[in-house]
């Protein structure tokens, strides 16, 4: 009987994939027919993790393809806008698809979704509160955060890039975002 139950616990996690975050700020999405670089992936990202297969992992990436330009695979909290809201990845050329596979390095991948977020939280706080009281970004809405964050960026002195790694964390932890907070 034991033998049965492990060998259905190893089956069912071939068939469901286990859930990971990416981890490095951006790393590069591969085809995994070609071997080409795609796109880029971005840190915090949600994937499932189809095969480790070494240095590389085969992944699936789940979202929506971004009404402002097809090659963004983003997480929309409202299907009724175009508004990307908290981008996962980029093609290089193409449309991004829900549910698509793509090879990626394995050391950019981690099992608990706190430590994807860490260092682009660390970076939130240390630029915010150097004039004001950070806010939580559970305060506000996904779609609010945008706006506010445009609005500082000169204040912050903070560059377009880290101003979209800033967005997206803020966006996926926002009240109506999809990251969670870790117990």
């Known amino acids: 009987m034991k033998k049965v139950i492990f060998l259905l616990a190893i089956l069912s996690s071939f068939a469901f994939g286990k859930n990971m975050w990416i981890y490095n700020i951006k790393t590069n999405l591969i085809d995994p027919n070609s071997n080409e670089v795609v796109g880029e992936i971005y840190e915090g990202t949600p994937v499932k993790l189809i095969k480790n297969q070494g240095e590389l992992s085969l992944i699936e990436v789940k979202g929506v393809t971004s009404g402002a330009d097809e ?3 983003v997480y929309k909290n409202d299907k009724n806008t175009n508004t990307p809201l908290s981008s996962f990845l980029k093609l290089n050329s193409g449309v991004a698809k829900n549910a698509q596979k793509y090879l990626v390095k394995s050391s950019d991948l981690v099992d608990r979704e706190y430590p994807a977020w860490e260092e682009i939280e660390l970076v939130y706080y240390d630029t915010c509160t150097s004039c004001h009281a950070g806010h939580h970004p559970a305060e506000h809405l996904m779609n609010e955060w945008d706006a506010y964050l445009s609005a500082m ?8 890039e880290e101003k979209a790694r800033i967005l997206r964390f803020l966006e996926s932890h926002a009240k109506d975002g999809f ?3 870790e117990e």
């Open 179 to 181: 990251a969670k907070e």
């Open 71 to 73: 090659r963004f695979l």
């Open 153 to 160: 960026q000169y204040f912050a002195k903070i560059n377009d």
